[in-house]
């Protein structure tokens, strides 16, 4: 399919996937809406209640949705409301102090953690696949895509579903003759960090060969463009011969179709939580003190390939102590009840070792 008709194809699905994302993904609703407008300033209290507020990454909001409803259960003197606008902009609103803790699957660089005002503290909360999910009638059964073949799938270089590269290792499935439409993000996103990391760290072709980009906002010619995880599993959803990138929950909760990728071992690994666990149980001992651990290719032989932690941004020196204390609260319930609720949203709950030195380091904020 050439670059007008991809085009046309991604107008005429825009208002129907827009229109999917706000229905099956209710949970995650203030990715749109304006609960942290620009500008503005925290409000300290509201009907007598602490109010918190947060913007950032995508990838983790349902979860984070769900343990602030549990949490507000006990604690209803609390109330906390995240906007889930996309790694970059909750690290922007976040470092202009427009909320209160911001929410980053790609954390924060060096020279963002020293430009911060009142310090900033990378608490690791989760941890979750990107999975590669697809639409293609007729496959009944998970494709599996190589490494070779599902880097040049992402880089736009396999233009047709019954292409030798996907065949070689799904030699029993019909494979139509069937143009391939790459979905993929639009904003400044976690997910894509997450994605462009690992392809660049699986071979030197997606940046040296390709001169392809790593980072949270990267360049996708032809591709359809979509914001937030909810956005391309939407577009995904409507559009036949679509593959794209995903938090694997996202795919899960609207039934889509998700490869088995083949990791470092060599193995072609489904997004289960035990896959997931086996990627972090390898990397957790190599934390370093600012807990700021990005895991591009796991090694261990049933990892998934694709793993990211999710950190929340807070300040090391909070401007208002009644606020702070409310925060630290949160952020430990979540690192300890609030992993049992990990697994039943797609989600890869932490190990024990990295959730102790997580809350350690939330403890130290003032």
Do not use: C
Request: net charge positive.
């Amino acid at each position: 399919m050439d670059r007008t008709k991809r085009q046309t194809l991604g107008t005429a699905l825009g208002l129907a996937a827009t229109f999917a994302a706000s229905v099956v993904t209710a949970q995650v609703k203030a990715a749109k809406d304006d609960t942290a407008k620009e500008g503005a300033t925290p409000p300290a209290t509201r009907d007598g209640k602490i109010v918190l507020r947060g913007a950032g990454a995508t990838f983790p909001a349902p979860l984070y949705q769900r343990w602030m409803r549990e949490y507000a259960k006990t604690h209803p003197d609390v109330a906390i409301e995240y906007a889930s606008v996309g790694s970059g902009e909750g690290a922007r609103r976040f470092l202009e102090q427009q909320v209160d803790f911001g929410a980053s699957d790609a954390a924060l660089t060096d020279a963002q953690i020293a430009g911060a005002e009142n310090g900033a503290a990378l608490i690791p909360m989760t941890a979750g696949m990107v999975a590669l999910t697809y639409n293609l009638p007729g496959a009944n059964e998970p494709l599996r895509f190589s490494r070779t073949a599902y880097l040049d799938l992402i880089a736009g270089l396999i233009p047709s579903w019954d292409d030798a590269r996907i065949q070689a290792t799904n030699p029993g499935i019909a494979l139509p003759k069937r143009s391939i439409v790459l979905v993929a993000r639009q904003d400044s996103s976690g997910t894509t960090h997450a994605l462009t990391s690992h392809l660049a760290a699986i071979s030197n072709k997606w940046t040296t060969r390709l001169g392809r980009a790593v980072g949270t906002q990267v360049d996708w010619p032809g591709a359809m463009l979509a914001r937030g995880n909810e956005g391309v599993a939407a577009r995904i959803k409507q559009s036949v011969g679509a593959v794209g990138y995903v938090e694997h929950g996202f795919a899960r909760r609207l039934g889509l179709q998700v490869a088995l990728l083949q990791n470092k071992a060599g193995t072609f690994v489904a997004p289960t939580p035990e896959a997931g666990q086996a990627a972090l149980a390898g990397a957790s001992k190599d934390l370093p003190d600012n807990l700021r651990l990005f895991i591009p290719d796991p090694e261990a032989d049933d990892a998934y390939p694709i793993v990211s932690l999710s950190w929340l941004l807070l300040r090391e020196r909070g401007p208002d102590p009644a606020r702070t204390e409310a925060l630290k609260a949160f952020v430990d319930w979540s690192l300890g009840d609030g992993q049992a609720l990990s697994q039943e949203h797609g989600y890869v709950p932490l190990p024990a070792a990295l959730v102790a030195r997580a809350r350690a380091a939330a403890a130290r904020i003032r």
